[in-house]
């Protein structure tokens, strides 16, 4: 059995992941040890048959260098710490990590392997060792429209987000919860005699009160939103705008970069990102024709059909949590140009998103 170091369980990535391996027995192949950053010398938390019950130091790269494959949910600074020193000194195992830190590195492929099975295996048959999860949004984005782009027939897409708190990590997630819970805090709210005018100004003077809790989002995502999701990178650019069409082309390994854009929008529900296209096709396609390949390219995109019933209920966030299916409706074609139709896709950022690219990755690797 390979010996297999499992970094980041604590966090929502990590967490999820646990769950699904367990769920799918994916520790009964493996001998997993249990790594974090702030707890070592504990007792493991949950109950899985592996050689040590004792939580190792994370940051040990003697015990890390002895390992097969090491699977880490942790997170981009601990990567940008370890990875290199662990290759540094001939570490030749394999690195399976949900950061972003390495998918612009030439030796790491970004897996997402409904969509890109065959690079996939190409790189471990010429020997790449390091296999990075893509960001959220990019893998729901092409686990959607992932007929279309197989066929060549996108000439462009434009992309606005609507993504979860959980997206930026379990502390920003609590965050969110305790500022419903603050907000909420108003006397009388329910009950229909009270003024709406008088609630509405409570919550306005409520968010805007010193100890509003806004440390980890710097300001109220509840009853609000936050157009702008990390760092600012070229012309206007933030960097979860500018992984779209960047690690879109790297995933499809492209030799015609398919442009992308949009705006990122940071939005007050807990899990599950949504997204809505306005895609420019490369030839005109009746709509029939466009769901049929959509639908048509894996076992988990359902096409929703464009009526409200069905959108309402079957198209939210809280329909898709927990879940791997990719429902994408909202399918209709646009006024702007005969080969443009928009599309609206919802799913779990931290399945398809984060954890089951990992997971499967290495399942492939044991199987291989
Ligand atoms: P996270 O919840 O913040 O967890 C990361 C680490 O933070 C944990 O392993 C834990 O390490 C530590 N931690 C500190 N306070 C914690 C708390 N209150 N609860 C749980 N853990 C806490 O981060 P994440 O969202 O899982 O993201 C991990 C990586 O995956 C990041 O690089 C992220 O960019 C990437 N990613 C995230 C998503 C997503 O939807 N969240 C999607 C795709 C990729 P110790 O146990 O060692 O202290």
């Given at each position: 059995m390979k010996n297999v170091g499992f970094i980041g369980w604590r966090g929502i990535v990590g967490s999820v992941l646990l769950e699904r391996m367990i769920k799918k027995k994916d520790f009964d192949y493996i001998n997993t040890i249990f790594f974090t950053t702030s707890q070592f010398g504990q007792l493991i938390p949950f109950n899985i048959q592996n050689k040590c019950k004792i939580l190792q130091n994370?940051?040990?790269?003697?015990?890390?260098?002895s390992l097969d494959?090491?699977?880490?949910?942790q997170g981009s600074q601990y990567t940008n710490k370890i990875y290199s020193k662990l290759r540094l000194i001939g570490w030749n195992g394999f690195?399976?990590?949900?950061s972003s830190y390495l998918r612009t590195s030439i030796n790491s492929v970004i897996i997402l392997d409904p969509i890109n099975l065959n690079l996939i295996k190409k790189k471990i048959d010429i020997g790449i060792k390091t296999f990075v999860g893509g960001n959220c949004t990019v893998s729901l984005m092409l686990m959607a429209l992932g007929?279309?782009?197989?066929d060549n027939l996108i000439e462009w897409l434009s992309v606005s987000t609507y993504q979860a708190a959980s997206g930026a990590?379990?502390?920003?997630?609590?965050?969110l919860l305790l500022q419903m819970k603050f907000i909420s805090e108003i006397p009388n709210f329910t009950k229909n005699y009270t003024n709406i005018l008088d609630i509405d100004k409570k919550i306005s003077k409520n968010i805007k009160k010193n100890n509003f809790p806004q440390k980890y989002f710097s300001v109220p995502l509840a009853g609000s939103l936050i157009p702008w999701i990390d760092k600012k990178v070229n012309d206007g650019q933030?960097?979860?705008e500018w992984k779209?069409?960047?690690?879109?082309?790297?995933?499809?390994?492209?030799k015609n970069i398919i442009p992308i854009d949009g705006i990122c929008v940071r939005i007050g529900t807990l899990r599950s990102h949504s997204q809505s296209f306005t895609i420019k096709l490369k030839q005109q396609l009746s709509l029939d024709n466009i769901q049929n390949i959509i639908k048509s390219h894996n076992k988990w995109v359902k096409v929703i059909p464009n009526d409200m019933n069905n959108t309402i209920n079957n198209l939210t966030p809280v329909a898709v949590s927990g879940k791997l299916d990719i429902p994408i409706g909202r399918i209709k074609k646009l006024n702007i140009d005969k080969n443009c139709f928009s599309a609206f896709s919802v799913g779990d950022q931290l399945l398809w998103g984060a954890a089951e690219p990992l997971r499967r990755m290495l399942k492939l690797l044991l199987d291989y």
């Open positions: 994370a940051y040990d790269i003697e015990i890390l260098s494959i090491i699977i880490t949910c690195w399976i990590d949900a007929g279309l782009f197989q990590g379990s502390n920003f997630m609590r965050e933030t960097k979860e779209g069409q960047f690690e879109t082309n790297k995933i499809l390994n492209t």
